[in-house]
């Protein structure tokens, strides 16, 4: 199992911006796949975006891209999302996870590993 830790969060106006990033502790983090997903009140979890092991490859949700960008560090152990002209809809609870395998998905469902989440809020 990985242990994965959010940090980052926090409050910022529309149009800020923010850095989540994702400490891995555990075991090998550096050959498998990861992603970000975030949960706003009321609404199901849903997929913002995910990397493949290299980080070579990523796919984002039509409502992030071109704002937020994932990367990862193998060498640190880190994931990084970075979230540029943020809005009020993209406030939520900011998950990582960890795919048993090489390439990005985006089904949570397929996730193995999570982090406890960090909130993003995005004021008007």
């Known amino acids: 199992q990985v242990q994965l830790v959010e940090s980052g969060g926090g409050l910022v106006q529309a149009g800020g911006s923010l850095r989540l990033s994702c400490a891995a502790s555990?075991?090998?983090?550096?050959?498998?796949?990861m992603g970000w997903f975030r949960q706003a009140p009321g609404k199901e979890r849903e997929f913002v975006a995910a990397?493949?092991?290299?980080?070579?490859?990523?796919y984002y949700a039509d409502s992030v891209k071109g704002r937020f960008t994932i990367s990862r560090d193998n060498a640190k152990r880190t994931m990084h999302l970075q979230m540029n002209s943020l809005k009020p809809e993209d406030t939520a609870v900011y998950y990582c996870?960890?795919?048993?395998?090489?390439?990005?998905?985006?089904?949570?469902?397929?996730?193995?590993?999570w982090g406890q989440g960090t909130q993003v809020t995005v004021s008007s």
């Open positions: 996870a960890l795919n048993y395998g090489r390439l990005p998905i985006r089904e949570s469902k397929e996730y193995d590993d």
């Open positions: 555990g075991r090998t983090f550096s050959i498998y796949a």
């Open positions: 990397i493949d092991w290299s980080g070579g490859t990523s």
